[in-house]
């Protein structure tokens, strides 16, 4: 499941559905956590198509009630701030189609699948990831739409996932998601620390600093996988088990690729939209950001506990130099060497005198 990015990795938010619709849930009595799932988009297709295939009529009101859903409403307001046609007409003309019908019986059954995704569970799993000051506010909306994407939308002001529904999604995969992206939000919460604690640096400085936090989606693999010794893709798809296999293969390799898109910013080879397409280019399936940033994070919370891990988060220049030390101590042993970070890169981000352990 693949989720659209958005223009700086703090965006990124939770994936989380709820077993009631549209009902605020939370984890326990802990405030923190206030999530709500909207379901509403989904059901009224499916309520059309269940009609379509009863050959019923559908009446004008059964499309009423579509277009008036928050989820529809927000997902017309969105393609059209992405400059993109989005009509009721054109809408009416996917959901009357011979295609999405054939999928009647698979979208109905995921759907109802994933209402029974125990989000309570999947909260409690991953509060021991994240600073005891963050929270967790989101909107969560599974359309079924035409266009196959999941994405972030407006994170600043009221942060909602649209989440495509997939039948090739298992509930066990789901749930899995739920809790990596409910990470993502958690970390969001508390991201005006760093920010200040990176903005007096000069702007290529900044930039790397920025997208440091990118590693973040490893940290987010460990905690929804809920622990370091935890199969991290033990629910995924044959293909991201492939690929997650590559990128442990590859590690040094992705770690010095990164390196240099680093180096490049901060000499000034990468400027502007560049950084941003080129950093980019790291989330791919499971890229860099997930494989490096997983086992960094499996390296420090295992050498120097969770409690530092943690402090990595609120400051992601840690994690680069947590880890520096960690690899250097194993690489004066015999056996295989890691790649490290230069220091040319942890000078200029001006890593704070903690990191070092």
């Known amino acids: 499941m693949t989720i659209e990015l958005p223009p700086r990795p703090r965006k990124v938010l939770c994936l989380i559905l709820m077993a009631c619709c549209s009902v605020p849930t939370f984890a326990g009595d802990n405030s923190r956590i206030q999530v709500i799932a909207d379901f509403s988009e989904a059901d009224a297709v499916l309520a059309i198509l269940e009609k379509r295939q009863g050959k019923r009529d559908v009446t004008a009101a059964d499309w009423q009630a579509l277009f008036a859903t928050e989820p529809y409403q927000r997902l017309k307001k969105r393609e059209a701030a992405m400059n993109r046609i989005f009509t009721d007409d054109d809408f009416k003309s996917f959901v009357l189609s011979g ?51 999941s994405f972030v939308f407006e994170a600043d002001t009221d942060p909602a996932i649209f989440l495509y529904v997939d039948p090739t999604v298992s509930r066990e995969s789901f749930a899995n998601t739920v809790a990596h992206e409910m990470h993502h939000i958690g970390l969001s919460s508390v991201d005006k620390q760093y ?6 640096l000069p702007d290529p400085a900044k930039a790397v600093a920025e997208w440091m936090g990118a590693f973040g989606e490893g940290e987010a693999m460990l905690a929804a996988a809920g622990g370091p010794d935890v199969d991290p ?34 000499n000034g080879k990468v400027k502007g939209d560049a950084i941003r397409e080129k950093a980019s280019s790291f989330f791919g399936l499971q890229g ?9 994070a499996v390296m420090v919370e295992k050498g120097y506990g969770r409690k530092s891990l943690i402090e990595c988060m609120r400051d992601r220049r840690l994690l680069l130099a947590r880890y520096n030390q960690l690899a250097e101590e194993s690489n004066r042993k015999a056996g295989p060497q890691l790649a490290l970070w230069s220091p040319e ?13």
């Open 99 to 149: 295609d999405l019908l054939s999928q009647y019986a698979a979208l109905r059954s995921t759907v109802a699948a994933w209402r029974q995704a125990d989000v309570k569970l999947d909260a409690m799993r991953i509060l021991p990831y994240l600073p005891p000051e963050s929270v967790i506010r989101t909107k969560v909306y599974p359309v079924i739409k035409p266009k196959h994407n």
């Open 195 to 200: 920010e200040e604690k990176i903005a007096s």
């Open 233 to 266: 893709v033990e629910t995924a798809t044959p293909e991201l088990k492939e690929n997650w296999e590559r990128g442990k293969r590859d590690f040094n390799q992705d770690l010095d690729q990164v390196n240099a898109f680093f180096l490049d910013v901060l």
């Open 288 to 296: 860099p950001w997930y494989t490096v940033g997983y086992r960094m």
């Open 345 to 357: 890169v942890l000078k200029a981000v001006e890593v704070p005198s903690q990191a070092i352990k």
